[in-house]
């Protein structure tokens, strides 16, 4: 996409927060809820419409079909924090993505933000250095890692300096520095997540909101320690993001957590194939997310090993009749990481 229709399409998606934010069924289900599920297929008719009334002067950059066909790139956009649309923040709100384009709006006055906050400094300082070392007889290796850097290569350089065993030894109870990579890149999934309501005891399952998220979830990397029932996925960014949602790194999770038969499950026809759930009652694995960053500046990587995924059992009539299981979303104390490792990158 150019550069002139990125500037259009940004033009477009302006305006249709424009629109929602009139719109007297949002209005109404912040008010009386705290939240608005966004069904794509249901509302960009609409909003259409109202593009073609308000704004008249609009060119075909904003035709239907143009629109249906880049408004998963529009929407899977926000995947930080900062990125949050002028108007949301302007009346605190956020958005989480639900799949397939759909999202939820919800009001952060009555759900706390599931994003990260790494403040840098704060990180920089008092964490644990792993002692990389290069294996021998590579020279022309690291080479192409510098001049071919992206964020492939960036996992791949930790996988070659050693970084994954150290890291793999610290949370592992054999101590081993074993593994090997599990399954990645994109698939589509089905599955529930919850919101717990501000001012709730972090103990009570009252009042938690459940939602289901049906899309394509991608996972950078995945590691296998040896002899252990650990698993750990991983997201990997060039910069350090201190405010990234928190679904980059919970979502993925799923492909490695158990679930009953889902009711719903249909079979449609995506460009990317639909993963099957797994169908057992528990997740007996211990999941547990790193987010690996480079800091440029100081040529380093940042490893934020967070806490082993807790699940949560609960009904959600729309997946099963049986419980499923699924995380938390906004539950601060598994976005606060629970190690945090640096890793010395001059060498390339």
């Not at 717990?196 to 590691?223: A, I, K, W, Y």
């Not at 405010?243 to 158990?258: E, M, N, S, V």
Request: with cysteine; net charge positive.
């Amino acid at each position: 996409m150019s550069k002139y229709e990125v500037q259009r399409q940004i033009s477009w998606t302006e305006s249709f927060w424009e629109w929602l934010l009139l719109q007297n069924d949002f209005k109404g289900a912040i008010k009386s809820h705290g939240y608005y599920r966004f069904h794509k297929d249901v509302l960009i008719d609409q909003y259409y419409k109202w593009l073609e009334r308000e704004r008249p002067q609009t060119d075909s950059i904003h035709s239907i079909s143009t629109i249906k066909k880049t408004w998963p790139a529009a929407s899977f956009g926000i995947e930080r924090l900062s990125q949050t649309p002028k108007i949301l923040n302007n009346n605190e709100l956020y958005v989480v993505r639900a799949g397939g384009g759909n999202f939820v709006v919800f009001d952060m006055r009555d759900f706390l933000p599931p994003y990260l906050s790494l403040d840098w400094t704060e990180y920089s300082r008092a964490i644990e250095e792993l002692p990389v070392r290069l294996p021998r007889g590579y020279q022309r290796l690291a080479i192409q890692f510098r001049t071919q850097w992206n964020e492939h290569t960036f996992i791949k350089a930790l996988h070659f300096c050693g970084a994954f065993s150290l890291l793999v030894e610290r949370l592992s109870r054999n101590h081993t520095t074993k593994y090997v990579t599990g399954p990645t890149g994109p698939i589509m999934l089905r599955f529930p997540f919850w919101m717990r309501r501000n001012g709730v005891n972090s103990d009570s399952t009252h009042r938690l909101v459940p939602f289901v998220h049906d899309g394509v979830v991608d996972l950078d990397e995945c590691l296998y320690p040896k002899d252990t029932n650990a698993i750990i996925p991983i997201e990997a960014k060039l910069q350090h993001f201190p405010d990234l949602a928190w679904h980059k790194l919970t979502f993925p999770c799923y492909r490695f957590i158990g679930q009953p038969h889902f009711d719903s499950d249909e079979e449609e026809s995506w460009r990317v194939p639909r993963a099957p759930a797994l169908r057992s009652n528990d997740c007996k694995s211990q999941i547990a997310p790193v987010y690996c960053t480079y800091h440029a500046p100081t040529r380093q990587a940042i490893l934020h090993l967070f806490p082993r995924v807790q699940l949560y059992s609960g009904k959600v009539p729309s997946l099963s009749t049986q419980k499923v299981h699924g995380v938390i979303l906004n539950e601060k104390k598994q976005m606060l990481p629970a190690q945090t490792f640096r890793v010395d990158m001059s060498w390339i």
